[in-house]
């Protein structure tokens, strides 16, 4: 499945900032950051880091959770079926266009 999770965690976008539960989904797979208590604020770059640990740092192939902030937050790769994103969605104007 690491070849569908990857593209689903790559949907977040670098240099935008995230502060509450968002996933972002690719074919059946779905890429979920959340945290208890209070959010913090991470952008998409570091959030991408996060989640390529699940492959690098911790060897899984396919779904699994990176937690950091001493277990207070994570981010997940999971299957899913009839995935849709959810949370903040990470939309930047550019040339007062809106875009996604």
Same mark, same amino acid.
């Given at each position: 499945m690491h070849k569908i999770c990857r593209p689903a965690f790559q949907r977040y976008t670098d240099e935008h900032t995230y502060q509450a539960y968002t996933s972002r989904t690719f074919d059946h797979? +779905?890429? !979920?950051?959340?945290? +208890?208590g209070d959010y913090p604020a991470m952008t998409g770059k570091q959030l991408k880091d996060l989640f390529e $640990? !699940?492959? +690098?740092? $911790?060897?899984?192939?396919g779904c699994g959770s990176h937690g950091f902030y001493?277990?207070?937050?994570e981010v997940t790769l999971n299957y899913c079926s009839h995935c849709v994103d959810?949370?903040?969605?990470?939309i930047v104007l550019i040339d007062e266009k809106l875009v996604e």
């Open positions: 797979c +779905t890429a !979920i950051f959340r945290c +208890t $640990q !699940i492959y +690098t740092g $911790q060897g899984c192939e001493s277990g207070k937050c959810s949370g903040d969605p990470g």
